[in-house]
């Protein structure tokens, strides 16, 4: 995982062809890559992959349902386990 280059220039247009800073798209990138971190909730809340926030093998997220940590085991199909390897 590498995050985007500091930005050294002020204007440039995004992914979907909208004019923004340079800052805001690399923030966003910076979001991009920090947003799984420290996640939590139920399980129907649980993250799911798509091509916008790919989920990562290895991913944690914290299941309020279950009271423990998961972890994503595979992405296609998803599959999540908890530290013992059991899926859940």
């Known amino acids: 995982m590498s995050l985007s280059a500091i ?4 204007r440039v247009t995004d992914s979907q062809g909208r004019f923004t800073s340079l800052w805001q798209s690399w923030i966003e990138s910076v979001n991009y890559w920090l947003r799984p971190v420290g996640q939590s909730g139920a399980t129907t809340s ?3 992959d798509s091509s ?4 990562y093998i290895g991913q ?3 299941d309020t349902t279950l009271g423990k940590p ?3 085991k595979s992405r296609n199909p998803t ?3 908890d530290a ?3 899926s859940v």
């Not at 930005?7 to 002020?10: E, I, M, S």
């Not at 916008?52 to 989920?55: A, V």
């Open 52 to 55: 916008r926030i790919p989920l």
């Open 46 to 48: 649980r993250p799911v």
């Open 79 to 81: 599959v999540w386990c």
């Open 70 to 72: 998961v972890w994503v």
């Open 84 to 86: 013992t390897g059991a």
């Open 7 to 10: 930005p050294t220039d002020n």
């Open 60 to 62: 944690t997220y914290f």
